[in-house]
């Protein structure tokens, strides 16, 4: 399987954006898939995990009621929509799937890492 992240920019404090995660290969449906980021200088950090069905979900406290993610299994694609962003939400974000154990958050759980996308919130 191999990723693909994409709709990253430039917004303001408060704002709202979506990143997408694009999956090729068919058995992408079988997978539970996560995000990270990394701010720079920064290690990477877990941001939100989906289950394979779309229907459990877990996420990092510092994003927790401000972050949703989807997944829409017919599109090979995972979604992160971010609300309320904040300057400390900048960073590149990737999506990986979770080769381990549901609940997991290290990023030696994770893999198949695709390419980030760039999220800048300005204040």
């Known amino acids: 399987v191999q990723l693909q992240a994409s709709g990253g920019g430039l917004v303001q404090a408060g704002d709202s954006l979506s990143v997408s995660c694009a999956a090729s290969?068919?058995?992408?449906?079988?997978?539970?898939t996560g995000w990270f980021r990394q701010a720079p200088g920064k290690e990477r950090e877990f941001v939100a995990a989906?289950?394979?069905?779309?229907?459990?979900?877990y996420y990092a406290d510092s994003v927790k009621g401000r972050f949703t993610v989807s997944r829409d299994n017919a599109k090979n694609t995972v979604y992160l929509q971010m609300n309320s962003l904040k300057p400390e939400d900048t960073a590149v974000y990737y999506c990986?799937?979770?080769?381990?154990?549901?609940?997991?958050?290290?990023?030696?759980?994770?893999?198949?890492w695709g390419q980030g996308t760039l999220v800048t919130v300005s204040s």
């Open positions: 990986a799937i979770l080769w381990t154990t549901w609940g997991r958050r290290q990023s030696s759980d994770f893999g198949s």
């Open positions: 290969g068919p058995t992408f449906n079988n997978y539970d």
């Open positions: 989906i289950n394979s069905p779309g229907g459990m979900t």
